[in-house]
């Protein structure tokens, strides 16, 4: 059973392009998070999906960012015309259940560099 | 904000030593989980213990959680160099995610 697979690993974006993160979760999972970390920092909560629908983006940035988990495919995050301090750390977590009821399966992450 | 705090941020010990680190919170929670992530890497699950636990063992980790002081410790015994990595709590908040602190950043040297 393949765990949570995120690519890019790394990505290389100029200031204004778009950044497009995707994260296919564990198989049987429904439920997709995302977060991001800045070095030696922790995690911060982004937004909290399951299949076609947003349950929690309490996390995301008013502007520019985006996500989605479709019904079909991976779940994307999308940045578009990106600044310097969009450089981070992005890594997507999958559950079976919902993630204050039972454990979550992290990816490897996906490293964002805006130059 | 965060929902808590890892503390000693950073813990230098030798190899057979013992670490413990420490977890606060601010809101009641269902459960408290304890994750470890080595450099570069994602974060792997070690341990959940449930509100009604007080404590929990798995192989060289023991887990405590003392709901009246909202704090938890992750202790583990006879480190190993690769025990090396940072360790974070993780909370539930609102009843749909898991916020974490900033971790501790654990150093076993040989």
């Known amino acids: 059973n393949a765990g949570v697979m995120q690519n890019p690993r790394h990505l290389v974006r100029r200031r204004g392009q778009e950044a497009r993160l995707r994260c296919s979760p564990m198989k049987g999972h429904s439920h997709v998070y995302w977060y991001r970390q800045l070095p030696e920092e922790g995690l911060k909560f982004m937004v909290y999906l399951q299949k076609e629908n947003i349950i929690d983006e309490s996390g995301m940035p008013k502007e520019r960012f985006s996500a989605e988990f479709p019904k079909e495919g991976p779940s994307i995050l999308r940045i578009q015309q990106v600044v310097r301090g969009d450089s981070a750390a992005y890594f997507c977590?999958?559950?079976?259940?919902?993630?204050?009821?039972?454990?979550?399966?992290f990816g490897e992450g996906s490293r964002l560099t805006v130059l | 904000s965060q929902q808590g705090e890892e503390d000693p941020q950073a813990l230098s010990i030798q190899e057979g030593e013992n670490a413990t680190m420490n977890c606060s919170y601010k809101?009641?929670?269902?459960?408290l989980q304890w994750y470890r992530q080595n450099s570069g890497r994602g974060l792997v699950h070690l341990i959940l213990?449930?509100?009604?636990?007080r404590e929990k063992h798995s192989g060289r980790l023991r887990v405590t959680l003392d709901t009246s002081k909202k704090s938890s410790s992750l202790l583990i015994t006879a480190s190993r160099a690769a025990d090396t990595a940072s360790y974070f709590c993780?909370?539930?908040?609102?009843?749909?995610?898991?916020?974490f602190g900033e971790g501790t950043q654990l150093t076993v040297n040989p």
């Open positions: 809101t009641s929670i269902n459960n």
């Open positions: 213990i449930r509100s009604n636990e």
């Open positions: 977590a999958s559950s079976v259940v919902r993630a204050n009821t039972g454990e979550l399966f």
């Open positions: 993780g909370q539930e908040t609102s009843g749909s995610r898991l916020t």
